[in-house]
C-alpha cells in the first residue's frame, strides 16, 4: 500500500475526516454518530481506509465478517461494507489501490476470502459491484429482492446470507426502516423522512440497530439501511423524501389507513 492512504485508529479517529461527508467546521450529527460507531469497531478488526487528503472522497470500509453488522456468515472471511472514490479523483487508480490493499491484509491474516452485498441490478447505495467482479467477486448467494451476496474466496469455501435475511417479510404493517450508525448520511435522511411522515400523517417506525446480535438476525438483506412496507421488504437503499412518496403511493390508499 502507498503513502497516499491512512488507516484510521483510535489515536487519529477524532481529527481525520469521514470521507461521506467531508467534516465541516460545525458539528454534524451523521458525522459524529459515524464516527462513535467506528470507534467502537476499530478493536474488533474493522478497517476504515482512505485517501490522505482533507478534500477527498475515496476510502474503504471493510472487517471480520463475524464482527460486521450485516446478516451474512462464513468461518473466517471478511465483509467490506463501503468502497467509494468520487470526482475529481477518479481514474486515478485510487480504487484498484484500495481494493488491492483490502484483498492483500485479508490474505495476509490468512482468511477465507472477502465479500460483498450486491445485487441482480446495481444499487445506488451499495459498492459497484462491477469494479468488484473485476477481481474475481461472484454470486455465491441470493435472497429477497434480488439481492446478491458476491464473494472472492481465497481458500474455496464460500459465505451465505443467514436464514433468516432471505425471511423478507415482517409483521408490522408500516413503513419501518432498520438502521445502524455506519453511514453518515442516515441521521439526516430520517429527520426528513419522520418530518415528512408526520405531515401527511403516515404512520412509521424507526427501528436503531444498536447491536451485532441484532444485526445478524434481521429478516432481510443489510448494509446499513433497509426498509420494509406492508409487511415486506422493499429496498437497502437510503431513501429521501421523494422515493418515500412514491413507495406509499405504489399502494392502494386503504392499506395505508
Request: contains cysteine; neutral net charge.
Amino acid at each position: 500500500m502507498g503513502t497516499h492512504f491512512i488507516d484510521l485508529s483510535p489515536e487519529n479517529i477524532s481529527d481525520e475526516h469521514l470521507c461521506c461527508i467531508i467534516r465541516r467546521r460545525t458539528s454534524h450529527p451523521g458525522i459524529e454518530a459515524k464516527r462513535r460507531w467506528l470507534a467502537d469497531r476499530l478493536a474488533e478488526g474493522h478497517v476504515f481506509r482512505k485517501l490522505d487528503d482533507p478534500s477527498a472522497t475515496v476510502f474503504i470500509e471493510y472487517a471480520p465478517l463475524e464482527t460486521a453488522w450485516v446478516p451474512i456468515e462464513g468461518d473466517g472471511w471478511s465483509y467490506l461494507y463501503c468502497l467509494w472514490v468520487l470526482s475529481p479523483h477518479r481514474g486515478k487508480g485510487y480504487g484498484r489501490a484500495l481494493m488491492e490493499s483490502c484483498l492483500a491484509d485479508v490474505k495476509a491474516q490468512g482468511r477465507s476470502g472477502v465479500c460483498m452485498l450486491g445485487a441482480k441490478r446495481q444499487k445506488a447505495w451499495l459498492s459497484d459491484q462491477s469494479f468488484a467482479k473485476k477481481f474475481g467477486f461472484q454470486c455465491v448467494d441470493t435472497s429477497v429482492g434480488g439481492y446478491e451476496l458476491l464473494a472472492l474466496s481465497f481458500d474455496g469455501s464460500v459465505p451465505q446470507f443467514c436464514p433468516n435475511a432471505k425471511r423478507g417479510t415482517i409483521d408490522q404493517q408500516e413503513l419501518t426502516i432498520y438502521h445502524d450508525a455506519q453511514c453518515p448520511f442516515i441521521v439526516p435522511a430520517l429527520e426528513k423522512i419522520r418530518a415528512y411522515c408526520k405531515e401527511v400523517c403516515v404512520p412509521f417506525t424507526i427501528v436503531p440497530v444498536e447491536r451485532l446480535e441484532q444485526a445478524k438476525s434481521l429478516p432481510c438483506p443489510f448494509n446499513n439501511w433497509a426498509v420494509f412496507y406492508q409487511g415486506d421488504f422493499q429496498t437497502v437503499d437510503l431513501l429521501d423524501v421523494t422515493h418515500v412518496k412514491k413507495l406509499l403511493t405504489r399502494c392502494p390508499p386503504a392499506s395505508r389507513t
